[in-house]
Nanobody
Framework: QAQLVESGGGLVQAGASLRLTCEVS???????LAWFRQAPGKEREFVAG????????GYAASVKGRFTISTDDAKTTVYLQMNNLEPEDTALYYC????????????????????WGQGTQVTVSS
């Protein structure tokens, strides 16, 4: 059973950068990873994903060009580099894992994921 622990959140001003880290332990391959976020009063939404299958990546339209998802070779750590942050990016960010290969479409469905971290808060002030 995989365990996920996020870190790297914080309070920053608009235009700043943050790098979120998720440590993934006790998993077996294949595993696909993603970041979701949830703002107060809103549903949890897809931010970025990376598939076990050829490292295919996908991004929400709202973050494309500003955020980058990556992993280490062993897929024991997944990162989310967030640049040019906006107040609308304020949310609790969750790391998620799926035991299998996602596609560019399926990675966006939060119901697919088997394992979730506890979240790390990102707050962007204007």
């Amino acid at each position: 059973q995989a365990q996920l622990v996020e870190s790297g959140g914080g309070l920053v001003q608009a235009g700043a950068s943050l790098r979120l880290t998720c440590e993934v332990s006790s998993h077996t391959s294949p595993i696909s990873l993603a970041w979701f976020r949830q703002a107060p009063g809103k549903e949890r939404e897809f931010v970025a994903g990376i598939s076990w299958l050829r490292g295919i990546t996908g991004y929400a339209a709202s973050v494309k060009g500003r955020f980058t998802i990556s992993t280490d070779d062993a897929k024991t750590t997944v990162y989310l580099q967030m640049n040019n942050l906006e107040p609308e990016d304020t949310a609790l960010y969750y790391c998620a894992a799926f035991r299998g290969a996602t596609t560019a479409q399926s990675m966006r469905d939060r119901r697919l994921y088997n394992y979730w971290g506890q979240g790390t808060q990102v707050t962007v002030s204007s």
